[in-house]
């Protein structure tokens, strides 16, 4: 004779808060990601600005870490970049401040993107960047392109209108990751 025992399935982690309560921040293992934020730009900034001359295009966003040794893992997403005529030179660069009242400093800073032949080039930049503020005050972190060369414009989030059908938006997202 055979006996067959079924049980229906369950979510183990519900199961575990059911045992154990809620898991607090402090419980949660190296690793583990303690919050998100994003940050998203839906407007294109046409630049004229001259070289070296930071753009605040207006993508930025801030979080508060639980604990000071935590990790930030910073990605940009998705930030198209149109070059509107021929040996135009551009960086994008990111920059962090701590607290409110505090300084912004130049963090990272992508590759050079130039436009060769004809100008009018498009590049769809990203990245991430894992940080590690040290502190439990709150952390602000912003897109600040600028031309290094060349004195044509650039249309930072290029096409953000809608013009080809679709509308570009570009996201600055912060994750807290536990030490």
Known sequence: MTLRISKPSFNIREKINE??????????????????????????????????????????VSMSPHFKD???????????????????????MLQRKIGYNGTWRDHIATGEYTAYIDGDDEFNDGFNYLDSPGTTDEVYYRITPYKVSGGSNIGYNHNASGTRGAYNYATLTLMEIKS
């Open 19 to 60: 045992m154990d309560g809620e898991n607090p921040r402090y419980k949660m293992p190296a690793g583990s990601i303690i919050q998100v934020v994003q940050g998203k730009l839906t407007s294109q900034t046409e630049s004229t600005a001259g070289q070296n001359t930071r753009v605040d295009v207006g993508l930025s």
């Open 70 to 92: 935590s990790k930030i893992l910073v990605e940009l997403d998705s930030f198209p970049c149109r070059v509107r005529g021929s040996g135009t030179m551009f960086v994008i």
